[in-house]
């Protein structure tokens, strides 16, 4: 079992650097047994364009954890933080369709336009040679 101190070390040697800059790794406690791993790095709003320090979202550490899931775990911090910016600036006649900040409410209702491929009838047949 590892105890706060030894995750908080393995945590400091993992490093990450996008589009030249770099994420800041963070390892919280509450309690003896409630640890999260949290990510952050200073890039500009998708709005304004300001320079700040954005932080990602909480991910839960167990002390049962092993080295490499803690890592691999810090690897998808990374990644999902990346892919909340891209949501935020992909945008389609100028709205961010897949934005990461829109409400249950309104993906609930979008759910009902939904759009299907017609099934190629010849598709599944094969071929007899």
Known sequence: ???????ASLIRRVKCKVFGKEFSFILESHGCDRW???V?????DSETGEQ??????????????TLD????KCLMACIQF??????????YSGRAIFG???TL?????AAEYTEERKINENFNQLEEK
């Open 105 to 109: 409410e309104a993906l609930f209702v």
């Open 1 to 7: 079992m590892l105890n706060f101190s030894d995750a």
């Open 100 to 102: 990461p900040h829109i």
């Open 82 to 91: 990346i892919e909340h910016e891209v949501r935020e600036g992909f945008l």
């Open 36 to 38: 999260y791993l949290q």
């Open 69 to 72: 899931e803690i890592v691999k």
């Open 40 to 44: 952050g790095m200073v890039c500009g």
């Open 52 to 65: 700040r320090f954005y932080s990602g979202g909480k991910y839960y550490v167990s002390p049962h954890s």
